[in-house]
């Protein structure tokens, strides 16, 4: 049960109250905002929390038991705030929120409605909205190591090992066929599905400056073709220069052959799978009682 000061209280139980509701917002990169959907700024802990950002948000539900409780926050994109390159980007993802009942003539009477993440979000041409993930929503999260047949380490990672100083090249766009592909110069010689699973980072354009996963690559017949995962914020044009990694698969097979890493390997690629678990002893089958890595 949450317990209310008695301050609040008392405002609560008045006949008039002055209550608004504040969102404090910290972004992974340390950036703090404030949000009100008072009609004029609050200041309160050195921190102004901003009325004219078009901030709503839906009811609060609480619910017994481990579920997670959501609730969607609208507003509208802004250049100061809220911007759509910062979407794209991911500076809002996951970043912690809390949102806060409190007095509009004395802030600091305030009550902690909900603590959590933001979790997807969706966004349109003037305004976006974000889902506040409470914090039970973590205990859905896998941490820590897992056992499974393909690697749990990040490609050159300190785990990894690989440097990617050598799996790392340079190219330009021949031609952009719309937001996720395109065909690339400079990478005639780099074999076919290299670089699928690496990340490309763009050094020119409208996108300088931005990262996106590759989906796809393609060399056929000296044509280089790639396809992102997602779509980019601007328009790949000729002419834009990038730097590319080679991609992992996590498979001990492509850390062995390809990167040449396999002592490094971060996976157990010998874990018996359920056909080994369900199967029965045969002697004309893998399962005749000898070794299963003969």
């Not at 996590?250 to 062995?256: A, G, L, P, Y």
Request: aromatic share 10%.
């Amino acid at each position: 049960m949450k317990s209310v000061p008695p301050p609040m209280q008392a405002n609560l139980d008045s006949r008039a109250t002055t209550h608004c509701r504040l969102w404090r917002v910290e972004r992974r990169d340390g950036a703090v905002f404030g949000f009100t959907d008072h009609d004029r700024p609050l200041t309160l802990d050195s921190l102004t929390y901003e009325a004219a950002s078009g901030f709503t948000a839906t009811s609060i539900e609480t619910s017994l038991g481990l579920g997670v409780d959501n609730l969607d926050v609208e507003g509208a994109l802004s250049s100061s705030t809220f911007t759509e390159d910062d979407i794209v980007r991911g500076l809002w993802d996951d970043a912690d929120i809390e949102v806060w009942l409190a007095d509009w003539t004395d802030p600091s009477n305030r009550l902690l409605l909900r603590k959590g993440n933001i979790g997807e979000i969706t966004r349109g041409p003037t305004a976006f909205l974000a889902e506040l993930r409470g914090l039970a929503h973590r205990l859905g999260q896998t941490y820590g190591r897992q056992f499974d047949r393909t690697c749990s380490w990040e490609l050159g990672d300190a785990r990894c090992k690989v440097a990617l100083a050598g799996w790392t090249f340079s190219g330009a766009v021949v031609e952009g066929f719309d937001l996720l592909s395109f065909t690339a110069s400079g990478l005639d010689d780099k074999d076919d599905g290299l670089f699928r699973h690496g990340l490309l980072t763009w050094n020119s354009g409208g996108n300088s400056g931005r990262q996106m996963e590759i989906k796809r690559h393609s060399n056929a017949l000296g044509t280089v073709t790639f396809e992102l995962s997602l779509l980019m914020a601007d328009s790949i044009e000729t002419g834009d220069a990038f730097s590319v990694q080679a991609g992992c698969d996590k498979s001990f097979s492509t850390c062995k052959a390809r990167f040449l890493n396999g002592a490094n390997f971060g996976g157990f690629p010998h874990i018996p799978g359920n056909q080994v678990i369900i199967g029965y002893a045969d002697k004309d089958d893998l399962n005749d009682g000898g070794s299963l890595f003969r």
